[in-house]
């Protein structure tokens, strides 16, 4: 699955104003909430539940790279953005360090067969050292949305 699939590029917000987990959860969720890519009045919701579920498990990936995501009746397919931080946020990662990329996935809850093929393709493109250092050195929307189609292009990007 390619990331233009799934990735909302109208939300992606290339230096976000968070300055801890919930925060960069609620600004991603509302970006994509303003691209018209959620649900009406899902907003909060959703806001609640990928927090929620970041209290039960850390997606701190580590690297600098977390992948907060839940399942959602406010979507009728898997969305996702992307949000950078150039400070480093907290999100309890694996190996203590601070995030600078933030990939949020919202997918329905009646195809999860369809949320793991989204998983998997995040995944694998961001255990590639390259991917990882040019999406964390990528500055503005275009720089990030070149990124993604070309690793769509050569996934040993």
Same mark, same amino acid.
Not at 97 to 126: A, R
């Given at each position: 699955?390619?990331?233009?699939?799934?990735?909302?590029?109208?939300?992606?917000?290339?230096?976000?104003?968070?300055?801890?987990?919930?925060?960069?959860?609620?600004?991603?969720?509302?970006?994509?909430?303003?691209?018209?890519?959620?649900?009406?009045?899902?907003?909060?919701?959703?806001?609640?539940?990928?927090?929620?579920?970041?209290?039960?498990?850390?997606?701190?990936?580590?690297?600098?790279?977390a992948v907060p995501?839940?399942?959602?009746?406010?979507?009728?397919? *898997?969305?996702?953005?992307?949000?950078?931080?150039?400070i480093g946020i907290?999100?309890?990662?694996?190996?203590?360090?601070? *995030?600078?990329?933030?990939?949020?996935?919202?997918?329905? *809850?009646?195809?999860?067969?369809?949320?793991?093929?989204?998983?998997?393709? *995040?995944?694998?493109?961001?255990?590639?050292?390259?991917?990882?250092?040019?999406?964390?050195?990528?500055?503005?929307?275009?720089?990030?949305?070149?990124?993604?189609?070309?690793?769509?292009?050569?996934?040993?990007?």
């Amino acid at each position: 699955m390619k990331f233009e699939d799934f990735i909302c590029f109208e939300a992606i917000i290339p230096e976000m104003k968070a300055r801890d987990r919930n925060e960069a959860i609620g600004e991603l969720v509302s970006s994509l909430y303003k691209a018209g890519r959620l649900g009406k009045g899902s907003c909060e919701e959703i806001i609640k539940a990928v927090v929620k579920r970041e209290n039960e498990a850390s997606t701190g990936m580590g690297k600098g790279v977390a992948v907060p995501h839940v399942k959602s009746k406010a979507v009728k397919n *898997v969305v996702a953005t992307i949000g950078q931080s150039g400070i480093g946020i907290d999100f309890a990662s694996l190996d203590k360090q601070p *995030v600078y990329s933030v990939i949020l996935i919202i997918s329905p *809850v009646d195809n999860p067969d369809k949320h793991l093929q989204v998983m998997e393709s *995040v995944f694998k493109h961001l255990q590639v050292e390259k991917f990882r250092k040019f999406l964390r050195q990528s500055k503005a929307t275009e720089e990030i949305e070149d990124l993604l189609k070309e690793a769509d292009e050569n996934p040993s990007l």
